[in-house]
């Protein structure tokens, strides 16, 4: 369960062992989108204003594992995190055009809970249907009054709320396609081939 989001993590600290030029290189840049550079769709999710802003990130994946303990194999973790940041950057392409950067995973890192809460939830777990009806109000509160300053002070740079909740909604789309709060999802992923007898 643990070892994919570590390895999510160490492919966030390596992103920001390059400082600014690879925060450049990487972020959603709308501009720069326009004139084809569509993997920064995907990329800005890796990048952080800094190490304080990608510590926040590393705790909430670790909260997430936590509260969600899913043995989900690469593949599933893998298409997850692609279609949520993909799906997250067109939505803040396409509804937001006064954006012109973004950093950060936390919009996929909401996603993620609902994922991987909704399902917990189904099995009436009334600690997940807590924690989903926290997320629920925080997208809530955002949208009626934005972030706190404080948040934002705490990173140095503007929370991109509507990322938060684009992220939850093409999760909650995610989910019902591919069958992961039914559990088909994890029904459907390919088993490990079975170790090798070499003597």
């Not at 709308?30 to 926040?56: A, N």
């Not at 009806?133 to 972030?147: D, H, P, R, S």
Request: aromatic residues 10%.
């Amino acid at each position: 369960m643990w070892a994919w989001p570590l390895l999510l993590v160490l492919v966030m600290v390596v992103a920001e062992l390059f400082g600014d030029a690879g925060r450049a290189a990487l972020e959603y840049d709308r501009s720069l989108i326009t004139q084809g550079q569509w993997w920064r769709l995907l990329s800005g999710s890796i990048v952080h204003l800094g190490w304080y802003h990608l510590m926040l990130n590393a705790i909430g994946i670790g909260v997430l594992v936590l509260l969600c303990p899913q043995p989900l194999s690469p593949w599933i973790w893998l298409r997850r995190l692609t279609l949520i940041a993909l799906g997250m950057s067109l939505c803040l392409y396409a509804f937001v055009p006064k954006l012109q950067t973004y950093v950060g995973m936390s919009g996929v890192i909401h996603g993620l809970f609902v994922l991987g809460l909704v399902p917990q939830l189904l099995r009436r777990d009334w600690i997940a249907a807590a924690c989903l009806a926290y997320l629920i109000g925080k997208l809530g509160y955002e949208i009626v009054t934005g972030a706190p300053v404080s948040d934002e002070a705490a990173i140095g740079g503007h929370v991109v709320t509507e990322s938060h909740l684009y992220g939850s909604i093409i999760a909650l789309v995610y989910g019902l396609v591919f069958g992961s709060f039914s559990g088909r999802e994890a029904r459907s992923d390919p088993p490990e081939p079975p170790p090798q007898d070499l003597s």
